[in-house]
């Protein structure tokens, strides 16, 4: 393999050069990953779920490991442990007789509270492989559900379990040991800070051309006004709720919405159609909102009454991020656009003279604040106290990720080179978005220390570079150091 050095022997330009070596990465792109269940420490008299856990990332296993059905299994990687809502380890891979799976481990005491904890019900633990569990399954337990072993962790560890329990002091394990270090890690260590930079930036750049080329394939595909709508929608549904909120948008065009007398018949047919009105008969709805959800069901009816069949996540939500208050700045962006989001975004950028304004123009035009349901939670709940409805966090989230690079898209598309250079110019001097759990991972497995990650992502587009060669080449190869043309490069 070619090597290459990060100091500056590139091919110009950089862009080009990262997208040749995200090329030689042997695996394709998965899917958006699911993140993690934080189970905690439970005080019992058997091994706490966190212990299972430790044991499962550490493979202090015997081998061979056969599963409860007799399989063979053979752990490839074991995979992720993370720290959120889902499966407790991603990104696995396993041998079962031989034949390559990959996807989530679910890490329980018992099998049954795969179904007492409802995952079963739950579309993030869909892709998971391989249930690991303390207990063997009782006479007449279920199997597991699909193709997915079970493996029973007591008859597979080498000693006695109190002896493992004291060996790994789990109260003073760090988030480190939970994503360790990856093979580039140490060799980026002892780049300098700028080189690491230039290495982040081009990565970032990479990833805001690859979301401007999929913005301008969706609008080419379904017209430019539906892609935006679609891609706006799918960012308010944060992670948990992506896939719900783009389809909502797709189940309500604007073509539908802009064909409505007005704002309350707009509104009624999202709340209808995304399964949010309340029925009375069964939910309390505060009296501040009784006469509109009548006026919003009478409305919904005279559309068709019609309801998508969505899959809302609520479980392990902030209360600001509930797909009800999405859905709600949702509705009040439309309301903003006039059902033309293309027209209103590109007056937007054309009465912008310079990057620094058009990226705080546009902060300003994502930000929702609407004083009446500030204090809205459901239909039947307030919060304790009153918020945005699209606060400026989330709104810089939307820019950096949807905004910019449409408009680089659109305007390239459209010949307005000035507006495109705008939008990209923007993009690299936009401030640091909010960290969260996932660039913490990342850091933790690309940064040696990861407090590194204050000193080297110093912009959005650094941050988002980080992102995209975790995407590329961390979760591309399955965590295959030895096979990763990034931790070859020099």
Same mark, same amino acid.
């Given at each position: 393999?070619?090597?290459?050095?990060?100091?500056?022997?590139?091919?110009?330009?950089?862009?080009?050069?990262?997208?040749?070596?995200? $090329?030689?990465?042997?695996?394709?792109?998965?899917?958006?990953?699911?993140?993690?269940?934080?189970?905690?420490?439970?005080?019992?008299?058997?091994?706490?779920?966190?212990?299972?856990? $430790?044991?499962?990332?550490?493979?202090?296993?015997?081998?061979?490991?056969?599963?409860?059905?007799? !399989?063979?299994?053979?752990?490839?990687?074991?995979?992720?442990?993370?720290?959120?809502?889902?499966?407790?380890?991603? *990104?696995?891979?396993?041998?079962?007789?031989?034949?390559?799976?990959?996807?989530?481990?679910?890490?329980?005491?018992?099998?049954?509270?795969?179904?007492?904890?409802?995952? *079963?019900?739950?579309?993030?633990?869909?892709?998971?492989?391989?249930?690991?569990?303390?207990?063997?399954?009782?006479?007449?337990?279920?199997?597991?559900?699909?193709?997915?072993?079970?493996?029973?962790?007591?008859?597979?560890?080498?000693?006695?379990?109190?002896?493992?329990?004291?060996?790994?002091?789990?109260?003073?394990?760090?988030?480190?040991? !939970?994503?360790?270090?990856?093979?580039?890690?140490?060799?980026?260590?002892? !780049?300098?800070?700028?080189?690491?930079?230039?290495?982040?930036?081009?990565?970032?750049?990479?990833?805001?051309?690859?979301?401007?080329?999929?913005?301008?394939?969706?609008?080419?595909?379904?017209?430019?006004?539906?892609?935006?709508?679609?891609?706006?929608?799918?960012?308010?549904?944060?992670?948990?709720?992506?896939?719900?909120?783009?389809?909502?948008?797709?189940?309500?065009?604007?073509?539908?919405?802009?064909?409505?007398?007005?704002?309350?018949?707009?509104?009624? +047919?999202?709340?209808?159609? $995304?399964?949010?009105?309340?029925?009375?008969? =069964?939910?309390?709805? &505060?009296?501040?909102?009784?006469?509109?959800?009548?006026?919003?069901?009478?409305?919904?009816?005279?559309?068709?009454?019609?309801?998508?069949?969505?899959?809302?996540? =609520?479980?392990?939500?902030?209360?600001?991020?509930?797909?009800?208050?999405?859905?709600?700045?949702?509705?009040?962006?439309?309301?903003?656009?006039?059902?033309?989001?293309?027209?209103?975004?590109?007056?937007?950028?054309?009465?912008?003279?310079?990057?620094?304004? &058009?990226?705080?123009?546009?902060? =300003?035009?994502?930000?929702?604040?609407?004083?009446?349901?500030?204090?809205?939670?459901?239909?039947?709940?307030? +919060? !304790?106290?009153?918020? &945005?409805?699209?606060?400026?966090?989330?709104?810089?989230?939307?820019?950096?990720?949807?905004?910019?690079?449409?408009?680089?898209?659109?305007?390239?598309?459209?010949?307005?080179?000035?507006?495109?250079?705008?939008?990209?110019?923007?993009?690299?001097?936009?401030?640091? &978005?909010?960290?969260?759990?996932? +660039?913490?991972?990342?850091?933790?497995?690309?940064?040696?220390?990861?407090?590194?990650?204050?000193?080297?992502?110093?912009?959005?587009?650094?941050?988002?570079?980080?992102?995209?060669?975790?995407?590329?080449?961390?979760?591309?190869?399955?965590?295959?150091?030895?096979?990763?043309?990034?931790?070859?490069?020099?």
């Amino acid at each position: 393999m070619q090597r290459v050095d990060w100091d500056g022997a590139v091919p110009d330009p950089w862009v080009a050069w990262y997208r040749a070596l995200r $090329a030689a990465a042997p695996r394709p792109r998965p899917e958006e990953p699911v993140i993690a269940e934080n189970n905690g420490v439970d005080e019992d008299f058997q091994p706490a779920e966190l212990f299972l856990q $430790a044991l499962w990332r550490e493979q202090r296993l015997t081998t061979p490991l056969r599963a409860t059905d007799g !399989r063979c299994l053979e752990v490839v990687a074991p995979g992720v442990w993370n720290v959120g809502a889902g499966p407790d380890f991603r *990104d696995a891979r396993l041998l079962v007789d031989g034949r390559e799976q990959r996807g989530a481990v679910e890490v329980h005491r018992t099998l049954k509270d795969w179904w007492r904890h409802g995952h *079963d019900r739950d579309p993030a633990y869909a892709n998971v492989i391989l249930h690991v569990v303390w207990e063997p399954p009782a006479a007449g337990t279920a199997a597991p559900p699909g193709d997915a072993p079970c493996l029973v962790l007591g008859p597979a560890l080498p000693v006695e379990w109190q002896a493992l329990f004291t060996e790994l002091r789990l109260s003073a394990w760090p988030y480190a040991r !939970r994503v360790p270090p990856g093979g580039c890690a140490l060799k980026l260590a002892w !780049r300098e800070d700028d080189v690491i930079g230039r290495l982040l930036e081009t990565a970032g750049m990479t990833r805001f051309h690859d979301k401007a080329g999929t913005l301008l394939r969706a609008g080419l595909t379904q017209g430019f006004d539906q892609g935006l709508f679609e891609a706006v929608f799918a960012a308010l549904g944060y992670r948990a709720n992506r896939e719900a909120m783009r389809r909502l948008a797709a189940e309500t065009p604007l073509a539908e919405l802009g064909g409505l007398p007005d704002a309350r018949h707009r509104l009624a +047919l999202l709340l209808g159609v $995304a399964g949010f009105l309340p029925d009375r008969t =069964r939910v309390p709805v &505060l009296s501040e909102h009784r006469i509109e959800v009548e006026e919003w069901w009478r409305l919904w009816w005279q559309t068709g009454g019609r309801r998508a069949d969505l899959a809302w996540v =609520r479980a392990g939500q902030r209360p600001l991020n509930r797909p009800e208050r999405r859905l709600l700045a949702g509705a009040a962006l439309v309301e903003r656009w006039e059902c033309r989001p293309v027209r209103w975004v590109t007056r937007l950028a054309t009465g912008c003279s310079t990057p620094r304004a &058009l990226w705080g123009e546009l902060v =300003r035009a994502f930000t929702v604040r609407d004083d009446r349901l500030a204090g809205f939670l459901a239909f039947d709940k307030q +919060l !304790r106290q009153g918020a &945005l409805l699209l606060g400026e966090t989330r709104a810089r989230d939307i820019v950096v990720n949807v905004a910019l690079p449409f408009l680089s898209a659109h305007a390239r598309q459209s010949g307005d080179l000035a507006v495109a250079e705008r939008a990209e110019a923007a993009y690299r001097e936009a401030p640091r &978005l909010q960290g969260n759990r996932r +660039l913490t991972e990342v850091a933790h497995r690309l940064l040696v220390p990861p407090s590194r990650l204050a000193t080297v992502a110093v912009n959005a587009c650094r941050q988002q570079g980080l992102l995209e060669i975790y995407r590329d080449f961390c979760e591309t190869l399955g965590h295959q150091c030895a096979a990763c043309p990034l931790a070859a490069a020099e």
